[in-house]
C-alpha cells in the first residue's frame, strides 16, 4: 500500500464494513480532488457542497458526492474532460476506477459523471482485514458521484484552501458565508424525492454553530434562479428569517433525524432536535 495512503487511514476508526467503505471512499474522494487540480480544473470552477465542509472545514458527517460550480456559465465546458486525469491519479496511489459519464437533458444545468471502482479489491489494495473484505458481495462497484453547475447564479466569492495529503495540493472553493447561502437555499428550497433531507439541518446546526455569517445577496441570486424569489423588491434578513420560521414550523423532525442518522457517528446528539432547537438555531445566524 501506498505509504501516504496508510497515514490517511490511519486516522480513521474501522471498527466494521460500514466504517472501511466510508474510509476508502473519503481517501478516493481527496485523491479525486488531487487530479482535478493537477489538471488546472480549479482555474475554471470551485468546490462546494458536504463534502467540500468535511474536507476543507472539518463538518463531521459523511459525505459522498463531489459537488462543483463552474465560475462563470459556460455551455461548452464538458466534465468529461477530466476523466482521464481522475482515473490516472487515483491508479498512481493503486487505484484502478472507470469514469462513467451522464448525458446531460437537454437544457440542464447539471453535469454528472461517476467514479466506479470494485470494492472488493480496493479493499484488498488497501489491506483491510480479510474478515471485512468478505461481507462485501463479489462484482459491487463503489461509486463516487461528481456533479458540476455550468450555469451558476452570480454574486459569490471563492477562496483557495490546502490539503496536504496525499501530497499538498489547492482546492478552489467558496467562500464560507456564499457556501452557507448555498446551504439554505437548500433548506428552504429543496425537495428530495418528495422528503426533506436531514443532511441539509445538520449542516445548518453546523454553521450556526461554527460559521454562522451568510451571504444574503447569493442566498437571493439563488432563489432568483429556481423561482423561489421572484419579486421586483431584494430578498432582506426579515424575508429571511421569515422564510426560515415557516420552513420549520412544518418540517418533519422525525423524519429529517431518521435521514441523517446513517451519516453521522452520534446520532445520539440528534435528540435534542424540535421545532424550538431549529427556531433556536436560525436566530443565531449572522446576515452579511
Not at 496525499?166 to 478552489?172: E, K, L, T
Not at 414550523?249 to 429529517?256: G, N, T, Y
Not at 453521522?264 to 438555531?281: G, Y
Request: some cysteine; overall charge neutral.
Amino acid at each position: 500500500m501506498n505509504e501516504a495512503i496508510r497515514q490517511m487511514l490511519a486516522t480513521y476508526e474501522i471498527r466494521a464494513l460500514e466504517d472501511s467503505l466510508r474510509a476508502l471512499r473519503e481517501v478516493m474522494q481527496e485523491i479525486a480532488l488531487l487530479g482535478l487540480w493537477r489538471s488546472k480544473f480549479f482555474e475554471k470552477a470551485a468546490f462546494y457542497g458536504g463534502t467540500a465542509l468535511r474536507v476543507l472545514y472539518g463538518l463531521d458527517r459523511f459525505s459522498g458526492d463531489l459537488d462543483f460550480s463552474l465560475l462563470e456559465k459556460s455551455g461548452s465546458f464538458d466534465l468529461a474532460g477530466y476523466s482521464e486525469a481522475l482515473k490516472r491519479e487515483l491508479a498512481s496511489f493503486g487505484f484502478a476506477v472507470e469514469v462513467e459519464s451522464r448525458a446531460k437533458p437537454a437544457g440542464a444545468a447539471i453535469q454528472s459523471a461517476f467514479l466506479k471502482a470494485d470494492t472488493r479489491t480496493r479493499m484488498i489494495t488497501v489491506e483491510f482485514d480479510k474478515s471485512l473484505v468478505q461481507q462485501v458481495p463479489r462484482n459491487q462497484a463503489l461509486k463516487i458521484r461528481l456533479e458540476i453547475d455550468t450555469d451558476p447564479p452570480p454574486g459569490f466569492s471563492t477562496e483557495t484552501r490546502y490539503l496536504l495529503r496525499p501530497v499538498p495540493f489547492a482546492v478552489r472553493t467558496f467562500s464560507l458565508p456564499d457556501l452557507f447561502a448555498g446551504k439554505m437555499h437548500a433548506v428552504l428550497c429543496r425537495e428530495w424525492k418528495s422528503r426533506v433531507k436531514g443532511r441539509d439541518w445538520y449542516d445548518l446546526v453546523w454553521f450556526a454553530a461554527y460559521h454562522p455569517e451568510l451571504h444574503l445577496a447569493h442566498l437571493e441570486q439563488r432563489m432568483r434562479q429556481t423561482g423561489h424569489w421572484d419579486g421586483p423588491a431584494p430578498l432582506t434578513a426579515g424575508d429571511l428569517r421569515d422564510l426560515l420560521a415557516r420552513r420549520i414550523d412544518k418540517v418533519d423532525i422525525d423524519q429529517i433525524r431518521r435521514e441523517v442518522e446513517p451519516f453521522v457517528k452520534d446520532a445520539a446528539s440528534l435528540a435534542i432536535w424540535s421545532k424550538e432547537f431549529f427556531l433556536d438555531v436560525a436566530s443565531r445566524i449572522k446576515i452579511v
